[in-house]
């Protein structure tokens, strides 16, 4: 483990970054293959019984989630008995985001944040410690879900190897004192995945379309406690940071009659601008339509839909990127973002 000076990190409760999203899929499988054939994403566990599975390009246990939905089925009644629809009935039938997450550099910042969620009467809140992570769980103002959560070992790949029991408990906050060491793997070993058509090196951000702009941006600042990084002259988007972490997590972007309310997308980094070498054809020969490609000098970017229709952007950019966004027309920074 890279050792940090702890001085430098405050019990502030803001995430580093966002980590993961938490996708419900119409057949998990497919979405399974889809990624890991798409992006070059591995699988590090999976519960065949309840249908999920977590997939890693080495920067912590998950980059993503998948979850298989409800699936429809006739309620019947036989014998006095109530025979309810197949899959667990905690679960939608439609598919889409279950929840993004952000990484709190060590379970002392976890605790900070619950203290703040909770004291401004966020909730209800989750709580849940599964032996490799501990994580707060909530909605935003708009309804979607949000995780914040902390490793709490290291060696993620051996706990989640297949056959594993997962072990599931309420979290406690402050129930014994909360560890301020970080579990955070701050030089991973970025997987690859020869036979995929990209390779990406983490999930990166996503962007939502906000029904209340103003109201949504100033929960992401205050409650969620991330750091506003830039901010449209327009005042119709807002790029948000996590703290100590380059890049940025959130896009937040205001609707209008061409942008409806809801997640817009959610992105990966790849590993090196030459993914994009000849990306086009490549994404062809497995089946996916590109819905758009941008080739510009601060950043290059090519944007799919996967099996559920979940807008996914794939992305290689400049460090000065984000400085640029000030000389952009907004309808193309947003494109982008």
Not at 159 to 175: A, F, L, M, N
Not at 210 to 228: N, S, T
Request: proline share 7%; glycine share 8%.
């Amino acid at each position: 483990m890279v050792q940090v000076e702890e001085k430098k990190y405050q019990a502030t409760g803001s995430p580093r970054r966002l980590v993961h999203a938490n996708m419900y899929a119409g057949d998990f499988q497919r979405s399974f293959d889809f990624y890991n054939q798409i992006l070059g994403i591995e699988e590090t566990f999976r519960i065949a019984e309840d249908k999920v599975v977590f997939m890693s390009n080495g920067n912590t246990h998950h980059d993503l989630a998948l979850v298989q939905v409800a699936q429809p089925g006739k309620v019947e009644e036989s014998a006095g008995q109530v025979r309810p629809r197949k899959g667990r009935p905690d679960r939608p039938l439609q598919s889409g985001l279950n929840h993004i997450a952000f990484e709190m550099y060590n379970e002392a910042e976890l605790v900070a944040a619950f203290h703040r969620l909770d004291g401004a009467g966020v909730g209800p809140l989750g709580l849940e410690d599964r032996f490799v992570t501990r994580s707060i769980y909530f909605r935003d103002p708009e309804g979607h879900g949000l995780e914040f959560t902390a490793d709490m070992l290291t060696n993620w790949r051996d706990y989640r190897k297949p056959g594993v029991t997962v072990s599931h408990k309420p979290y406690v906050p402050e129930e014994e004192p909360p560890k301020t060491e970080t579990f955070v793997n701050l030089d991973p070993e970025v997987r690859r995945v020869d036979s995929a058509a990209l390779h990406a090196k983490r999930s990166a951000h996503a962007t939502i379309v906000a029904q209340d702009f103003p109201k949504l941006r100033q929960f992401y600042i205050e409650m969620v406690g991330l750091r506003e990084l830039f901010m449209a002259p327009s005042g119709e988007f807002s790029v948000l940071q996590g703290k100590d972490y380059p890049g940025y997590s959130l896009v937040l972007a205001s609707a209008t009659a061409h942008r409806q309310p809801g997640v817009h997308q959610v992105a990966y980094e790849l590993v090196s601008p030459e993914d994009f070498d000849g990306a086009g054809e490549r994404l062809a020969a497995k089946g996916v339509q590109v819905e758009y490609t941008i080739q510009h000098p601060r950043k290059q970017v090519v944007c799919f839909r996967d099996p559920d229709g979940v807008l996914v952007q794939a992305y290689y950019e400049a460090p000065d990127f984000v400085e640029g966004l000030q000389e952009m027309d907004p309808a193309l920074a947003l494109l982008l973002l």
